[in-house]
């Protein structure tokens, strides 16, 4: 059966409103497209229906009270909206493990759910990252149960997500969608639906399973490399030398259909992707008899960051003289990484764990997180202010440079004498370097 052939606009279901359903909805939405948004989560679902947005990402908020506005997005806890859809995108969350398995609790329970509404002709996609194999040995069996099998004909995909917080909506206007089906039919729906909804390039692959893996890979890479520079800035630190220096200049050397493409180190790996994705790989290879040595070594060596950052920041202290143990330290940026409020397996929080247990005071700064959320997850108040937070503060730890930290007037900071800048993720510049060693600041980074 061809499914959705022709279609210029569609009626397209969301299931799961979380970051990326709710960047999806609203994109969609404001493309002239019919978005139903289904989420369990009733206070998401009230919040959304008024047209508010709690996630943080430059433009979303608009984007969803525009929608909501105009009638083209609308939410739903109830699962029967999706009958009246052309195509189900399914969203939801697929955290793994302590073993690296997939917790698979929610896509169980959003298929399950959707088996008793699957109609004729409808396209079903999964954007949820899974192990290869689990479209069609989980999803497809459960879309199926409710005596519907044989009887209803319906398409059915993978097309990975694989957005960036804060440039999410950008890239879902631009990014090439890669996209693998169940069959040929589906498989051309799906490129279908993407070049018609998003106007996108589709890179289609022969199997659900090749799709999979394409997610994967990008992640498996992205934190390797990540580790690569991680070690390379331990390694420079042992000769005095910048790692940025020497990543810069290695990046120059031509290599395959680019260059030599070394990534900057940090505190640290966060966000709801690369603490999770790699560890996927290593399990369902394990479960196949195949030891995978490259994603492991990789989640090692970035989960290390934050006890060697806030390790860097004690070793400094004591080297100015000062004992940790009567010491301040005023952590400036607390999300995974710049330019965001994502808090999702933020390294931040163990740094700011290790320091807890060596230093007399932690305090708090970061405008854009939710102070609630944060509370929570270090058990500390955020303070509300840059000066609160640096008040007699012996180390500012800048684990997370947003853009409204570029401008800090470090000369007016209420500090202590000799205080350390510990650059976690600012890769502040030479010229910066100087001035703040001019203003009497101690500075040391990851690598530098």
């Known amino acids: ?45 009230g919040e ?4 508010y947005c709690r996630f943080v990402e430059p ?8 929608g909501v506005a105009a009638g083209r997005l609308r939410v739903s806890t109830d699962y029967a909206a999706v009958r009246a859809a052309d195509v189900v995108l399914v969203t939801v969350g697929t955290p793994v493990r302590d073993d690296g398995s997939l917790a698979d609790e929610q896509l169980r329970g959003a298929c399950a759910e959707l088996g008793g509404h699957v109609r004729a002709g409808q396209l079903y996609v999964v954007k949820s990252t899974v192990p290869p194999g689990t479209t069609r040995e989980l999803v497809l069996p459960l879309l199926e149960k409710g005596g519907l099998v044989g009887g209803v004909d319906f398409g059915l995909a993978f097309t990975p ?21 169940l069959g040929a039919d589906s498989t051309a729906a799906a490129a279908e639906f993407w ?14 399973e090749a799709a999979e893996i394409t997610k994967l890979a990008d992640n498996w890479w992205i934190d390797l490399n990540i580790a690569l520079g991680n070690e390379l800035a331990k390694y420079c630190a042992l000769f005095g030398v910048d790692a940025l220096d020497v990543i810069s200049a290695a990046n120059m050397v031509p290599k395959g259909t680019g260059n030599v493409n070394i990534l900057l180190p940090s505190i640290g790996v966060g966000g709801s992707c690369l ?61 995974f990484k710049n330019n965001t409020g994502d808090l999702r397996h933020t390294p931040t929080r163990q740094a700011v764990a290790v320091l807890e247990k060596a230093c007399a005071e932690v305090t708090l700064y970061d405008p854009r997180v939710d102070t609630d959320e944060a509370d929570e997850l ?9 000066s609160d937070a640096t008040k007699n503060a012996d180390c500012l730890a800048i684990f997370a440079l947003h853009d409204e930290f570029r401008d800090i007037a470090f000369e007016a900071l209420p500090v202590q004498e000799s205080c350390l800048v510990l650059d976690g993720r600012a890769y502040y510049s030479r010229d910066k370097i100087a001035e703040l ?12």
């Open 1 to 45: 059966m061809r499914f959705l052939s022709g279609r210029k606009n569609y009626q397209v279901a969301i299931v799961g409103l979380g970051y990326i359903g709710s960047c999806i909805a609203a994109v969609l939405a404001e493309r002239g497209h019919d978005v139903i948004g289904v989420d369990t989560n009733t206070r998401l679902v």
């Open 48 to 51: 959304l229906s008024q047209g």
């Open 59 to 66: 433009g979303l908020a608009e984007l969803v009270s525009a």
């Open 161 to 181: 997500e694989r957005l960036a917080e804060g440039t999410a909506l950008r890239e879902l206007r631009s990014l090439p969608i890669v996209a693998g089906g």
């Open 195 to 208: 070049r018609a909804a998003l106007g996108v390039q589709v890179v289609v692959q022969e199997s659900l």
């Open 275 to 335: 603490t999770k994705d790699p560890w996927m790989v290593w399990r369902s290879a394990r479960e196949r008899g195949l030891d995978i040595h490259t994603a492991p070594a990789g989640r090692r060596v970035n989960a290390e960051m934050p006890d060697y950052t806030a390790g860097l920041i004690i070793e400094e202290l004591i080297r100015l003289g000062k004992d940790p143990a009567c010491s301040k330290v005023a952590v400036i940026g607390l999300a």
């Open 378 to 386: 270090f058990g500390i108040t955020p303070s509300k202010s840059l």
């Open 437 to 448: 060693r001019a203003l009497g600041y101690r500075y040391r980074g990851v690598g530098r």
